[in-house]
């Protein structure tokens, strides 16, 4: 005859918890599979093949770092229209008080 096994509540807890973590880790492989798949599958609708992966990245470092320069660009042009303006107005400012206390 067999003898039955007693389980206590926190065996079976231990016993559900594995089977769960090794369900889920199963199911994440599964699912990083198929989001490789897709990945790949449109990059290669695109024309970009799995050996050019290495270029592909070093033109979106240059594509950032030329981003980067562009705002940093605008940053600089803003500031010195900002001065120019600033400038003309000083300057008008003080040719006005010039010209009205010069007489």
């Given at each position: 005859m067999s003898q039955a096994v007693a389980l206590t509540e926190e065996?079976?807890?231990?016993?559900?918890?594995?089977?769960l973590d090794a369900e889920s880790e199963?199911?994440?492989k599964t699912l990083d599979d198929v989001v490789l798949k897709a990945v790949a599958t449109i990059l290669t609708s695109?024309?970009?093949?799995e050996e050019d992966r290495v270029e592909l990245r070093a033109d979106f470092v240059h594509l950032r770092k030329w981003r980067l320069s562009?705002?940093?660009?605008?940053?600089?042009?803003?500031?010195?229209?900002?001065?120019?303006i600033a400038t003309g107005i000083v300057g008008a400012v003080w040719l006005?008080?010039?010209t009205y206390f010069g007489k």
């Open positions: 065996d079976i807890r231990r016993i559900v918890r594995a089977v199963r199911r994440e695109f024309g970009i093949e562009v705002e940093q660009a605008q940053s600089l042009t803003f500031k010195a229209v900002v001065t120019a006005g008080i010039k």
